[in-house]
Each structure stands twice: as C-alpha cells, then as structure tokens.
DNA sequence: GGTAGCAGAGAAAGCGCTTACCGAAGCCTT
DNA sequence: AAGGCTTCGGTAAGCGCTTTCTCTGCTACC
C-alpha cells in the first residue's frame, strides 16, 4: 500500500553531471540565457536531461529569480458560465505567454475573497486578475486595496475585470451603455410596463446595468419605480423566486429585464410554471449572452458581452503585452470592451 | 508610466529582525512547526509580521521543504460546463486542504495535453487530475504513461477522471451503465428507430456511453446499425451537424442519443431548425444532466452525474483524505460515482 | 612574437525558507 | 548540592536553481 521508495525527481545537478559539464552550463543551456553555451556543450546537456526526464523545477527557479511564472485568478464562482468563459480568455493568454493559471473561488464573499487574495499572494503570482468581486462593502473594501496595493509595491500587478477600481488596472465593461442601449431597444419595440430582477446592490457590475437601464426607458419616458426593482443574488434560482414575487405583486408588467443570464433563465422558467407564456404575455431580457441562452425557449433578448476577449485582454492589461487597439473601438477610452445588443424571441414587437 | 522602485517583498528575515528573534524562531512561529516557541516570542513575531505585510513565501518554502502544495488539474475546456463543474469540485475540495489549483487546459488534443503535463510537471504539484484526456490514441498514450510514471515515481499522484487508466487513480463514472439504464428506460417507452451522436472514438468516455446504449438497446430487440451511429466531438455544433447528416440520411428516427448534454442541445437546435418537433416527432436524450438541459425547450432526458462530487472525489482520491464509503454505493467498487436517468420531455411515452 | 582583448566554462554566492544540530538555561532526581 | 534531563533559541547547512565573477585558453592585431 505504501509507496515506493520514491527518488526526487532529477535536479538539475543531476543533469550537470550526467553531461559532464558544470551547474552552471546546465542551467545555461537549458533555460534561456543571455549568454552563449557552446552548441555541443548545450547539446550533451539537452540530451542529459532528456535522458533523465529532467524538468526544471520552477519553484526553484521562482526563488533564484525573484520571479515567477504565475497568474492568479479569482472568480466567484468557475461553474458560472460567465466566469468559466473569463477564465478561458485567461487561460488561452496566459499559456501564449508561459504563464500558469491559478484559479481561486470566493464565492462572492468578500472575506473569503480578501483571506484569498492573502494566501495567492505567498505564491507571489505576477499578476492577479480579479473577477466578480463586490468592493463596495467598504470594511473590506479597504482592507483588499491595501493588500493589492501592497502586492502591486512589491512588484506584482493587479487587475479587476468589470470593476473600475480606481488605482488598478480594469477592463472595463461598458455596462451602463450595454443596458441602456438594451432599454432603448426595447423600450423602441413597445414595451411600458418593465420591472427588472437587479443584482446584489454592492456589485458594481449590477448597480451599472440597473443605471444605464434606467436611464435608457427615462429617455423613453418609462418610470421604473422601487417596487419594480427586485434584488435578487445572480443565481438562477433567485431570477426565478424574482420572478415570482413580481408575480406576486399584481403589478402590470410586460417585460422583465434580469441583470444577468442566469438569472434571466430563472425568470423564463418561473414564468411558464406560473402559467405564463414568456416573450408572449411578458417579454425576458438578459445580460451577458452566454451560451444557453439561444437555446431555451424563447432564445433570449440579451446584451452579448464577448467574455473570453475580457479575460484575454485582462491578462493582456496585466502582462503589459497590451496589444494596443486591437479590438478597441475608437472613442471608446482605452481597454474597454464593445457590447452589444441581441433580439430574439423572448422580445417580439409588442402590438400596442 | 514605469513602476516606482518596487520593493521585493519583506522576506522572513525582516520579521526576524522587526520581532528581535532568530529567523529560526520566526519560521517556527509562523508556520506550523513541530517544536515548540515561547509564546510571548511567538506573539511578537506574528505581530511583525502583520505589521511588514508578511507572507511566507511558498515557493522558498517548497524549495525548502522539498514538497509543494499546489494541484494541477487538466480539462479540456474550461468553459465547457462538464468541465467547470468539475473543476468547481476540485477547487472547493482542494481549499478546504490549503492546496491551490492551478488549471491548463488541453483543448482535447493529445499533444498539447502530453505537453501540459510535462509542463506541469515543472510546478512541482502533489496531484495531478486528468479530466477529458484521450489516452487512447497509443503514440501519446505510451509517453503520456511514461510521463505520468515518472511523475509518481518522484512522490506525485495523478488521478483520472471517468477513464480508467490502469496503473492510476481513477475516479470511475460508470458511463456503460449509465447509458445501458438509459436506453432501458427508453426502450420501455417505445423508442424503436435510434440513432447516436457519438462522441470521438479515441475518448473512452465516449465509447464506454455508446458501449452501453448499445447494449441496453439490444436487451430490447433494438439493433444499433452502423449508419445509425454519427461521429461528432462533444460540442454544441458537432451535435448540430450530426442532427443535420442524420435527418439527411433519410433514415426513420424516432430517437437520437447524444452521449452528451451539449450535444444534445445542439441536435434539438438543428431539430428544430429542419422543422422537426423536438420531444413529439424525434426524442433526444443526452448525458451528463448540465444546468441547461433543464431550461430549453423541450427539457432533456439526460443521465445525472454529480460533477462536482466527481471532482471533489478526485483531489481526494488522489491527496489522499479519502472519505472511504461516503457516496460509494455499495457494491459499485470502491470510488464508482453513482448515476441516474432523469426523464424529462424530450422522451415522451411512445405512443405505439 | 608579444600583448591586448574576448569568449565562454566553472566556482561560488546567493534567493527565502526549513531543520538538523548545538548549547545555555532551568528543572528534577538522588 | 551536583549531575543529568529537558526546553527552547540560535547557528548554519542545505533545498534547486540563477548569476556574478574569476580565470583559462584563444584569436587578433601591430
């Protein structure tokens, strides 16, 4: 049952001598140096290590350097589609650039993210990108900025994606503009009565889209009214418990904007156990375009966000590789990303 | 533009110096030591540590303490939700360890997937989890192996999921008898004429579905010919393109099994778009049971795998902190993930 | 032919941490 | 009261790498 006597794996001490050539040789011929090793030497070493199944310990190579090859990613929750696709994009770039991704979870906790943010920091990543996070609790608002700070003093680079966290670097999602282009969309194809499922009022992210969506029906001189707003938590489950107290209510309403897919899935799935046919008696718009959402029935009216770019462009941010331009659209202020609005089913035309 | 002078980050030294002790007192104090500390030295020490800004160092510690406490978990596609679920399992079972996770994923492509292990190797991780590798295709297989063999031998453990790869750990899903009670159940509701989207031959998950399907089907009478089976790779559009060559094939269909979720989304979608009725005219069914499946219209039969236990099983099987029996059906083998076919719309009785 | 100059291998000093090992101090035992 | 234990800081030797610096052996130039 127990192991072997397991040997450590080769060193590259190993390698050196199985080549016949000093530490030092070794190392130069097997990671990138700036100075030359003669072509026969490098090769007996390539050999050696070959033949030793050889890899360079990178922890070691971390604490000679002073520097490693890690990114942490902190996202609330990887089984959302939202956040797996962001991590994609990371993952995709990141190993463009030999970096390794680590993935942390805070399940849109603040203090679980903030003791995160702490023990990703004793791996001394190069870079942190942070999604889905809720600075506005403001206790612990302060304490992560200055743990951030603090990482970015000594020498590490943070980044928030859709946050726009003052002294770090942000890829920012126009979501105001998103839902308020969505709001004139819709608010164009008649529809009055809207009521919408917000998110938790500390994420950012939330509190835009209900902004910009707001002010796109003012402009169309719809009132969206307290009792019309219904906080709920992002999850599917909690559009659909959203829905149902609109329901509930007794107010009039022929469109339910929920500020996020996931949750406008939920909408579309209390509505029809209610009895309600959705895009017919009450339209259903979301927010993100993730996958599933043109395959339900109706195929979602949304505000497609092209999520892998985000998580690419975040490490892009980070790294400092920031393929400037590319993908920006001019006018638009440097790093933020394009949305736009999708029709489909869940909003027809409404007949007046 | 250029960063300010960044200090490195204070290193346990400082907090030697700050607290007035040795270092070796330090490193005592602050991570879990065998020996004891005086606790008024201990107090000081961990006071300046708070007050430098103080982490240790993990990689420095894991050069030192020859061993890591880093996961290394390989998926296909991180925002495949078969994937991130599991993924959501290893994390959350790997924190609960103190072991961070670092993700890659390999595309489903055998050499990228020999090369990211390789890579990983680098890192060093006490675990390695394969999720969706394709060993069967031999040349990678044998230096996959080798690879792997390697790494145990040097203290690692790798563990697979749902591929049984002889000399590791395996977290089983019994996928053939998954499919087989599937295709019971549907022959029991009358489905004679079925096809398959099968996955790629080279993935023995996919194989293993198809195995049982098969089988079931038999024990009913039903022969599965050769032209009913189409070949696709696991996405949402391979399944789209198989319902497309099927309905073109001429062939009478009653019923098409695709040996995953996302296929199965996509068949109904292309269903739908031929003019074909979902659930009355064809029956579709799927595995895997993925969020959606429940919220598009008609809702999928499906059979359910608990993914994230899958993946918490996993990084326990392999760190180690088994929790024997807890789950393990008996009589399943030890580490056999229970499954269930969940009927749903898409599968209505068969009227004869 | 002699000296300057350069290329490039090797020795050795770290990187930040852990952990034998050493030795001073306090306690007990007889 | 003296020797032997136990306790617990501190010292220093690594862990597996990188990198500076030294030093040898050439080539090159006049």
């Given at each position: 049952m127990s192991a072997p006597a397991s040997k450590s794996p080769a060193t590259l001490h190993d390698v050196a001598r199985e080549a016949g050539v000093s530490l030092a040789t070794a190392s130069r011929s097997l990671n990138g140096s700036a100075r030359k090793v003669n072509e026969a030497y490098r090769e007996r070493v390539v050999e050696a290590a070959q033949r030793l199944g050889y890899t360079t310990n990178l922890f070691a190579q971390a604490v000679a350097k002073g520097s490693t090859t890690t990114v942490a990613l902190l996202v609330a929750?990887?089984?959302?589609p939202y956040f797996s696709s962001i991590a994609a994009g990371v993952i995709d770039a990141a190993s463009e650039e030999n970096l390794v991704v680590t993935i942390a979870v805070t399940g849109r906790n603040a203090q679980r993210e903030l003791e995160t943010v702490r023990a990703l920091r004793g791996q001394r990543p190069r870079v942190m990108i942070l999604a889905g996070s809720r600075p506005t609790a403001s206790a612990f608002q302060e304490e992560l900025r200055a743990e951030l700070t603090a990482f970015e003093d000594t020498g590490g680079k943070a980044a928030f994606i859709s946050?726009?966290?003052?002294?770090f670097a942000t890829v920012l999602l126009d979501n105001r503009r998103g839902a308020h282009d969505l709001a004139v969309s819709l608010a164009e194809l008649g529809y009055r009565d809207v009521a919408v499922i917000a998110g938790?009022?500390?994420?950012r992210t939330a509190e835009e889209r209900l902004d910009g969506f707001t002010a796109g029906l003012a402009e169309h001189g719809i009132l969206l009214t307290p009792e019309r707003i219904i906080q709920a938590d992002f999850t599917r489950d909690g559009g659909y418990r959203g829905a149902q107290e609109l329901l509930a209510s007794g107010l009039a309403v022929d469109l339910i904007f929920a500020v996020n897919d996931v949750m406008a899935v939920g909408v579309v799935s209390a509505l029809r156990n209610a009895g309600v046919v959705p895009g017919e008696e009450i339209g259903v718009a979301g927010y993100d375009?993730?996958?599933?959402v043109q395959d339900i029935t109706p195929a979602l009216t949304t505000v497609r966000i092209p999520l892998e770019d985000v998580g690419r462009r975040a490490l892009r941010l980070a790294t400092g590789s920031a393929s400037s331009g590319a993908g920006t659209e001019a006018g638009d202020g440097p790093g933020t990303i394009p949305m736009k609005t999708i029709l489909r089913e869940s909003t027809p035309r409404r007949q007046a």
């Open positions: 929750d990887i089984a959302d946050q726009d966290a003052p002294p938790p009022s500390e994420i375009d993730i996958p599933t």
